[in-house]
Each structure stands twice: as C-alpha cells, then as structure tokens.
C-alpha cells in the first residue's frame, strides 16, 4: 500500500493503483484515474461507477453479468464504455477494490 | 414438538444433520432433511475423475448412510418454501418449520452462454464441476490425439475458484505422463485479471504457469461459443480457437430459490456474513454454496461455516443473540502436479500466506508453497471427508476461525504477473 496524490488529493493505493478506502473517492478522482487508462468519462460512465459503488457498500459481490441486469447498460454498452477489461478499469476508476478471486 | 427442517442432503446439509442431531433433546425437536437425490458426491473428486486418478465408486455413495440416526430423511423433490408460513411444499406433500436450514447449494448453468450447450456440447466441450461432465471428460481424454485445450472461467463466483487452475496443472502433468505433452497446448482464459488475483499469490506463484507452459488469457467475458468455427467469443469480438474446451459455465443457485422469490439474480440467497442468518427472515438460516457471502463456496468453507452455524440456531432456539463469528475462513490444497500441492490458509480480508499448518513452526504443511507432504494431505482429506467431515466429527487442530499462528507475513506484493 502506498499514498498517491490524485487530482491534489492523497489516497492510499493498492500496489495496482486501486483505491484502498473507497471513501476517499471523488469525481475529479475519478476523471485522473480514467485518463490514466485512457478513458474519457461521460455521465453514462458515472451512472455504471455509481452503481458499482453503491453494491461495493453493500458488500455484494460484482460481476460483468450483474452490471448488465442493472437496467443502466447491457454488457456491451458496457464494453464500449470501458474497453478491454470493464470490471477492472471500472472498478479502479469507482475507487473500489480489484475483483479477486480465492488465489 | 418443534420442526427443525435442512433442505438439502449435500455436504451443508449433512454437516448439519449430524452435528445438530446430537445437540437438540429428541423429545422437543424433530429433524427432517429432504434431498431428491439418492447419492451424495464427494465433489472434490471431480478434478481427479477425468485423469484417471479417481474411480466412479471413490466418489459417490449412497447418501442416507450419512444421516444419523433420529433424522428423518425425505427423498423427495422441493418445489417452493413459502417463508410467509413457515412451510415448505414438495413433490407431493407440504412440511412445517419453526427453523429451517437452506442448503440447495449450487449448480452449473451452461444454457445461460450462447451456444455451449450446442452441437459440441460433450463432444469436444465439457464441465467437469457435474459426475456426469467429468466422467464424460475421463472418456474423452482417454483418447485425446492433441490439439489446442482451453480451460475456462465463464465468469465468478463459482464453485471451487481454484479447480480450474488445479486442472490445467493436471492436464500437462497427465499429458506429460503420456508422452504427448508435445501435442498439446494449453490455455488459461479468465473474466479476472490474471490467473492469481491476490497479490501474495501472484508474487509466489506466478512461476507455475511459466514452468507448466500454460498461456494465459485475462480480462475475457465470453459472450457465445461459435460452434462452426471451434472458438470461444468476447463480447469485444477476441475470438480462442479450441479442439478441447474444458467450461465452467456460469454457477447459480438451485431454481427453487427463484421461485421462492429468495435470492439474488444468480439464484444466491442475501446471508448475513457474519451469522449465516438469511437477511430476509430470522428463522432461515442459510450454509455452503447456497449463500451470497463473499467467500469461495467450497465445502472446506461449509465445514467451517457448519460449526459456527450450529452454535447460532442453539442460539436463536433459545432466544439469545446471535455469534458475528464467521469470518470467511477457507483452507484448501490446490494440486500442482507432478504429485505436488500447496496448501492455502486465509479468510475474508486476510490473503493467504506463507507459514506452516497446522502447527506453528512444525508443520508438516507447507502453507503457499508446493510440497509432497500437501498432495498426500490432499488425497487423505477423501478419507476425512467421508468418515469425519460429513459426521461432524472435528478436524484436529484446525479451527473453525483462522488462526495467525504460524503465519509468516513475508510476501511483498508486487503486479509483475
């Protein structure tokens, strides 16, 4: 773990860059991460980000399949959204953990 | 007299069954566990089945052996659980409870992807999470010239998240053995990130797949299998050619929890992690791969859960509060190969580690790391599983919560995987 300075504010990271303590999110945060990742944000990405964090705070658990049953996008608006790996780049982004698995 | 009902003969329920059996007075409380099926699987013997290692009969008896005496046991299907009253409707007949115990655990659902179940389903695409896939499997593999095999994660949670690993480890150690490793070219494709998503993990183990020369392919939602062409697609169009899929098609929860309006969209029910409480009605309580609690949903969890849950319903039956006790502990060996394992020790938030099991310092199991003594610890566990586990007998010195002695904390995480 290590402190980070994101759009003028310190956060603790995770080795990856995932954000360790997911209330230290803020939009401004959010559109440094995506750029990083090359991603401009758009208030659809907010929408999807927003969802992630709420089911984050109720620890349940994320999935591609359960993102596109939430009535905001289907998996491949989602896809198009955050190219090449939606869970992980949208999971950095929202601030919240890495999806991991038992190993 | 009270009802205490356990839906589901499986690993959870038959934990139960007996561990609550010897703990409840007979002459105040009933207990009945319903399960439509006959046999009961040692499931872990799945992975060995289709590599020879593991006969038919080394994995499956006949269920009721293992319900004790003074339970009733109900072979009969469960059609809905009406939580409003208390009751429970089956094939032909409605039972009452005052606590009921859910333990459906869960299945696999190939016809939820695109052209699995299609004209190459158990031909050169097959699950080995059933008997039936694994065994179909075996038969295959017997036989098997080469080619390109691809084993795959549809997407998460699943069952045992480690046996799709496990099983690529096997197949190069087995075609080595035959003499065609050379024919064979194996690829790992996952909806995470890697194939160790821990960072402690993917710091320790990261050379397996290098030494294995096993492929990897992260980051991949399969959208549908194109039957004509023999790939597997993404929802980006990356399309995996494959002579042999070897699937783990989506995991979910058995249908009479949908249609008991109880789970979630993967038919898992909504449990408190803690308690094992169901988070909708104080009287059910939920075990095993049944929950929606953010732990793997392997029987070695079960078995730990099983203890916990036990001292909660003696709880709730006599009006105190409820033990926060569960803490997600999984203890599980993972097969390397070549007659080796590792052995993991961990819990909802702390990562596995290095250190020795189960006793500090000595050991003899090696945590995290590969060793002999962990496959042997592997292969004995069918024995514990048939004449300890099930019974409720406990597992000597290891504890239902995880414990931090022993526990070497050395592994710097580092993401060069």
């Known amino acids: ?103 | 007299m009270k009802n205490l009902l356990i839906l589901g003969a499986g690993t959870s329920g038959t934990m139960m069954a007996n561990h609550l059996r010897s703990k409840l007075y007979l002459n105040k409380w009933n207990i009945t566990i319903v399960d439509q099926y006959k046999t009961h699987y040692y499931q872990p013997g799945f992975l060995f089945l289709p590599f020879d290692t593991y006969t038919e009969n080394q994995v499956k008896k006949v269920g009721k052996k293992f319900i004790p005496m003074g339970v009733n046991y109900i072979q009969k299907k469960i059609e809905k659980i009406l939580p409003e009253e208390n009751k429970v409707v089956l094939e032909d007949e409605t039972l009452n409870y005052d606590v009921l115990i859910v333990a459906t655990g869960s299945k696999i659902a190939p016809e939820e992807t695109e052209g699995l179940v299609g004209p190459l389903w158990k031909k050169d695409i097959f699950d080995f999470y059933t008997y039936e896939g694994s065994l179909a499997l075996r038969n295959k593999l017997r036989t098997w010239e080469g080619g390109k095999l691809v084993v795959h994660i549809t997407e998460m949670p699943i069952k045992c998240p480690v046996a799709p690993l496990e099983f690529a480890f096997l197949a190069d150690s087995y075609f080595r053995k035959k003499g065609m490793r050379d024919k064979v070219d194996i690829s790992y494709v996952t909806p995470l990130t890697g194939a160790f998503t821990k960072p402690t993990c993917s710091t320790a183990l990261a050379y397996l797949l290098k030494e294995k020369d096993i492929h990897l392919q992260s980051d991949f939602a399969i959208e549908h299998v194109d039957n004509d062409k023999k790939e597997i697609v993404d929802y980006e169009d990356r399309r995996i050619p494959f002579d042999l899929l070897v699937t783990i098609p989506t995991n979910m929860g058995d249908e009479v929890i949908e249609k008991s309006g109880l789970g979630d969209d993967l038919n898992f029910i909504p449990t408190d992690h803690n308690t094992l409480q169901s988070k909708a009605h104080e009287n059910i309580f939920v075990i095993g791969d049944a929950t929606n609690v953010p732990a793997s949903k392997a029987g070695s969890v079960a078995h730990f859960q099983a203890e916990t849950l036990t001292d909660n319903i003696l709880l709730y039956i006599d009006g105190y509060p409820l033990k926060k006790e569960f803490d997600g502990h999984a203890n599980c060996f993972i097969e390397t190969g070549n007659n080796k394992a590792l052995l993991i020790d961990f819990n909802y938030v702390t990562e596995p580690v290095h250190g020795k099991f189960p006793f500090a310092k000595i050991g003899p199991l090696q945590l995290l790391k590969e060793s002999v003594f962990n496959h042997w610890g592997k292969l004995a566990f069918r024995w514990i599983y048939w004449n300890m586990l099930l019974k409720g007998i406990a597992i000597p010195f290891v504890s239902r919560n995880m414990s931090f002695k022993g526990k070497v904390f050395d592994i710097k995480p580092d993401n060069k995987q």
């Not at chain 1, 620890?59 to 939606?86: A, D, Q, W």
């Open chain 1, 1 to 103: 773990m290590s402190v980070k300075t994101i759009a003028g504010v310190a956060v603790n990271v995770s080795e990856e860059g995932y954000l360790e303590d997911m209330s230290q999110w803020n939009e401004e945060i959010a559109n440094e991460i995506a750029k990083e990742v090359g991603i401009e944000l758009t208030p659809k990405h907010f929408e999807v980000l927003n969802y992630l964090r709420d089911k984050t705070a109720a620890k349940e658990s994320l999935t591609i399949r359960g993102v596109g049953k939430s009535g905001i996008v289907n998996i491949k608006e989602l896809y198009g959204l955050f190219p090449k790996g939606p869970l992980k780049f949208s999971s950095k982004i929202a601030g919240i953990p890495k999806p991991t698995s038992c190993i």
